[in-house]
Structures are given as C-alpha cells and as structure tokens.
C-alpha cells in the first residue's frame, strides 16, 4: 500500500506530460498526416526508490473537437531497501473531446502486465483500468504551449491488482 502511494506522488509531481494539442478545421478538408499528434509521458526519479516510465501516444483529430488515439505505457521500479523490482507494461485506447479551449472530457482504457506479489510468490496478470474524467488546459502565450490538469476516475479500479493506489488518478503537467 505505502509503495503504490509513493509511486502515485512521485508520478503527480515529477511526471511530465506531453499531450498533442492541435487545431485542426474540417472544412479546410486537411490530410490525414495534419490530423495526426503524438505525445505522451515521460517520468524518472533515482535513487533508493527509482521509478521510470515511458508511455508515448499517437491520436488522431476525427473532428475539430474530438480526437482518439493509441499509446503504450513501461514503468520501472526499484526498492532498494527491500530488494523490489518489478517492470509493468501494457498498451490503452484513448478518446478526447474539447469542450472550448480550455476544457476537455476524456476517456481511456488501459490494460497493464502488472506483478502480483501473494504470500506464496509472484504472478503476473493483466489488470484493465477504465478511466473517465475531464481536465483543464491552460494556455500560456500563444505558442500552442500551456498547463494541463486531469482528473480520471477508474470504474475498473481493483485494490489488490491495481497498479495505482486509488480509483482516482490525477495527471499534471505540461501540453506542447
């Protein structure tokens, strides 16, 4: 539980996020490759906690306000004082609609290779996670630059199989 709170912290307040942020206008019948934005996050810390993920996306603008998308997550992590290390892995589907310029519903669903440690060993397990939630951009300048914040609730949330420590899962970071 402590060690899932810790990563949970760690990847709120050090993970950086680079979501596509794109305008496109359908009647200026743009070409597939001006539809197209990649992004996605990328998070370390070292030490004797180290924790590293690399979850890159590719979305997709179907209109001026809704995009999808594809990514693939990696994450890392050492316990030294404990002797833990593990690797979870997986890939999600993802889905965002603007509401303006600042605002945004977002949905997700992911599907992590996670390590399940029980009194008798370890096992590994795909463990779902359904994420529906909304955030705020807040632009600076005109740049295409600005601050995101997200916040997702997972209806698939399992205490014991869960990578993360709570249904709710927060995203903070910065859109270029």
Same mark, same amino acid.
């Given at each position: ?5 810790? *990563?949970?912290?760690? +990847?709120?307040?050090? !993970? ?19 539809? *197209?934005? +990649?992004?996605?996050?990328? !998070? ?33 992590? !050492?316990?030294?004082? +404990? ?27 992911? #599907? ?30 005109? #740049? ?11 209806? #698939?949330?399992?205490?014991?199989? #869960?990578?993360?420590? !709570? ?10």
């Amino acid at each position: 539980m402590i060690n899932k709170l810790v *990563v949970a912290l760690i +990847v709120t307040i050090l !993970s950086f996020h680079a979501y596509g942020q794109k305008e496109i206008d359908i009647a200026d019948n743009p070409s597939f490759f001006d539809r *197209v934005y +990649v992004g996605g996050n990328v !998070s370390m810390q070292f030490g004797t906690f180290t924790y590293l993920e690399l979850s890159p996306l590719a979305g997709y603008m179907i209109t001026n306000m809704f995009s999808a998308g594809l990514g693939v997550t990696y994450r890392y992590i !050492s316990i030294r004082d +404990v002797d833990f290390n593990t690797s979870i892995y997986g890939g999600r589907v993802f889905a965002r609609h603007n509401l303006g310029e600042q605002f945004f519903l977002y949905t997700e669903y992911e #599907s992590l290779r996670n390590e399940l440690r029980f009194g008798d060993g370890t096992r590994r397990e795909w463990v779902p996670g359904f994420f529906v939630g909304g955030g705020l951009f807040q632009p600076i300048g005109n #740049s295409g630059v600005g601050f995101a914040v997200t916040a997702l609730y997972n209806f #698939s949330y399992d205490e014991i199989r #869960s990578p993360y420590n !709570s249904p709710w899962v927060f995203r903070v970071g910065f859109t270029l």
